[in-house]
């Protein structure tokens, strides 16, 4: 079974505008850890934001946030004031249970682009 | 500051053959993981260590193995090669007991299968 759900193959947003991509994961865990990862067409997977099962708050890192709604299992990913240097492939982890060295599932990815 | 290092960055290899690639993780990260990117899809995990001990093991085909050396570099080595191997294959380290749950991944190595 699929366990990290994005819903949205592609996006678009207009440069300066805010996006959400979404992100919802299944887990009977009640440890685990959420991550967001950016993938430009370089290759390379850019770390952009982590939360914690147990974390209250909402992580934020920049211009990204993750509005994580734990009852819901969802960790979509906020983007404010997009810029072109965000179009890119856009990754959503988990990593399951208490152990640090589990191993982290991807989601499919959404594509963003961002219009000037 | 340093970052996990793949070599080769480009490989291309015919069918049948074998292929090794290697992964030097971040000074002081003593878990690796390895992920396979086939085009236009999410990274598949393949196989983790702890350690140089095996962690965890996800969709690794018998024709590969792995191990994580004395140094903590890790190395994939892939036999039998076939078309459908072709693909980005990322390494990513992490201390096990950090407090930050970053995974660091390297810049992944391109494998062409002809």
């Known amino acids: 079974a699929q366990k990290i759900t994005q819903t949205q193959p592609g996006m678009f947003v207009q440069e300066k505008e805010a996006v959400t991509l979404d992100c919802t994961y299944d887990?009977?865990?009640?440890?685990?850890?959420l991550f967001w990862y950016k993938q430009p067409s370089s290759g390379e997977m850019i770390f952009l934001i982590y939360?914690?099962?147990?974390?209250?708050q909402n992580a934020t890192e920049g211009r990204y946030s993750l509005n994580f709604q734990k009852a819901r299992k969802s960790a979509n990913l906020v983007i404010s004031a997009s810029q072109l240097g965000d179009s890119a492939m856009y990754f959503c982890?988990?990593?399951?249970?208490?152990?640090?060295?589990?191993?982290?599932?991807f989601g499919a990815g959404t594509r963003l682009t961002v219009k000037p | 500051a340093a970052g996990v290092i793949q070599s080769p960055r480009h490989l291309i290899k015919e069918k049948r053959e074998t292929a090794t690639l290697k992964c030097y993780p971040i000074?002081?990260?003593?878990?690796v993981y390895w992920y396979q990117q086939g085009p236009g899809q999410d990274p598949q995990f393949l196989i983790s260590?702890?350690?140089?001990?095996?962690?965890d093991k996800g969709s690794i085909p018998d024709r590969f193995s792995a191990q994580q050396f004395s140094d903590y570099h890790s190395e994939l080595n892939m036999s039998s090669l076939e078309l459908g191997d072709s693909a980005l294959y990322f390494c990513?380290?992490?201390?096990?007991?950090?407090?930050?749950?970053?995974?660091?991944f390297g810049s992944g190595t391109q494998l062409s299968v002809l």
């Open positions: 982890a988990m990593r399951e249970g208490p152990y640090n060295n589990n191993d982290m599932r």
């Open positions: 939360q914690g099962s147990y974390d209250e």
């Open positions: 000074p002081r990260h003593d878990t």
């Open positions: 260590f702890y350690e140089k001990m095996q962690s």
């Open positions: 990513a380290s992490r201390i096990n007991r950090a407090r930050n749950e970053k995974l660091f």
């Open positions: 887990t009977s865990d009640q440890s685990y850890g």
